[in-house]
């Protein structure tokens, strides 16, 4: 089974810090992503990854930054928090191999972000 | 950004229940995959299909792709209060870009 684990299941940060959302995945999987997850408003990418040190800015990148020094793993860096990036952060990975490309995306368990 | 519109929004319904979610574009998708997320975890991957007209089931769960490949079904039979959660589709458009567009979602309650 496809494992995906995000460093925190819940994080409570004040205005201004700097934060890291870490995700692992075990799957050997060259593609990764970052969403945030609002009420009303689904599901929004913001960063994802094809390949290490590659990133791509996704729909709402802005406050944000990646890291992907690793295949297997992929940062969130929230580089001053604010409130309204208080979400549910879901980190995802799916496959990508030669010409064949997975839309299939296999999701972490989410961190719940509260930004006071 | 291609728009997957997903109705109903919200349903709520009874034990042994009948329903189906429906999943609509305007653009063509080579691939339509469904998930559902339960409260407080992430999305978990049911079903991807690929082929216009395709039929797909999952214990309960009927899962259709439609014949011009622009809209998908999922209809569960008999709903228990295991299947709350939402229910997301995502599509991969033909031609476009490889990440997949999400629709917002049905939020499906079943009460015992």
């Known amino acids: 089974d496809v494992k995906v684990t995000q460093s925190s299941r819940y994080l409570v940060k004040r205005t201004g810090e700097k934060v890291f959302l870490e995700c692992v995945q075990d799957m050997d999987h060259e593609n990764m992503f970052w969403y945030r997850q609002d009420p009303g408003l689904g599901l929004r990418l913001i960063y994802f990854?094809?390949?290490?040190?590659?990133?791509e800015k996704g729909d709402i990148p802005e406050g944000y930054s990646v890291s992907r020094e690793k295949k297997e793993r992929f940062s969130l860096i929230l580089e001053s928090a604010s409130t309204n990036q208080t979400s549910m952060y879901l980190c995802?990975?799916?496959?990508?191999?030669?010409?064949?490309?997975?839309?299939?995306?296999?999701f972490g368990p989410g961190t719940r972000l509260t930004v006071t | 950004t291609q728009l997957l519109e997903q109705s109903p929004q919200f349903l709520s319904i009874q034990e042994g229940e009948n329903l189906t979610v429906y999943c609509n574009s305007s653009?063509?998708?080579?691939?339509l995959q469904w998930y559902r997320q339960e409260p407080g975890e992430g999305p978990v991957l049911l079903v991807t299909?690929?082929?216009?007209?395709e039929v797909k089931k999952l214990k309960r769960l009927t899962f259709q792709f439609g014949d011009a490949r622009k809209d998908s079904s999922l209809h569960i039979t008999a709903a228990q209060p295991g299947d709350t959660g939402l229910y997301l589709c995502?599509?991969?458009?033909?031609?476009?870009?490889?990440?997949?567009?999400f629709g917002r979602g049905t939020s499906l309650i079943v009460h015992p």
């Open positions: 299909v690929v082929t216009g007209g």
């Open positions: 995502a599509g991969a458009s033909t031609g476009g870009s490889y990440i997949p567009t």
């Open positions: 653009s063509v998708f080579s691939s």
């Open positions: 990854s094809y390949d290490v040190k590659m990133k």
């Open positions: 995802a990975s799916s496959e990508h191999t030669g010409t064949s490309f997975s839309y299939e995306q296999y």
